[in-house]
């Protein structure tokens, strides 16, 4: 017997592609009838920078506001049976895929750094997919998808159709 449970985890850190899969999410709880697990991962490394916080407590409050912002922004007037809210210490892959272990479905965004990026940190994305218990679901982040396609249109208006010429 399948031990998991009517949940949709999402992963939710502020990001635009964030967003938009907290709004897939949600929109899928409630088509669903499940709950939502709202999942936000935080580090502290200690060191201080422009954007960094400034102790572990700070670093977990920030995440804590994050997503309750990101929550009252995406819910509305929306009506989700039941919202949990985990924020949790350590990588994002990692804290995800324990988040999901009785999941039905586990949703994040996609931020599309690229190959450079990935090689070098890593791929939240990719690492949930080879290793969760759940179907995964991975939009991509808004910007990046709008840019694809004005290239994608911008390279096909600017050549026309191969092998299609006039018929006299």
């Known amino acids: 017997m399948d031990e998991r449970e009517h949940v949709i985890v999402c992963g939710v850190d ?4 964030s967003r938009q ?3 897939w999410a949600i929109d899928e709880a409630v088509r669903r009838g499940c709950r939502l697990r709202a999942v936000t991962v935080w580090s502290w490394d200690g060191l201080e920078s422009g954007t960094a916080t400034s102790s572990p407590q700070e670093a977990k409050r920030r995440a804590s506001e994050v997503q ?12 989700v049976p039941v919202v949990e809210k985990l924020v949790l210490e350590g990588r994002p892959s990692e804290q995800l895929c324990t988040a999901a272990l009785d999941a039905e479905l586990l949703v994040l965004g996609s931020h599309g750094h690229g190959v450079v990026h990935d090689v070098l940190v890593g791929s939240t994305s990719q690492h949930v997919i080879r290793h969760t218990s759940c179907p995964v679901v991975i939009l991509p982040d808004p910007r990046h998808a709008k840019r694809e396609l004005k290239r994608h249109h911008s390279k096909h208006r600017a050549s026309p159709p191969q092998g299609i010429g006039p018929m006299f």
């Open 68 to 79: 309750q912002g990101e929550l009252d922004d995406m819910l509305g007037d929306r009506s």
């Open 14 to 17: 502020g990001s635009p592609a």
């Open 21 to 23: 899969a907290l709004e």
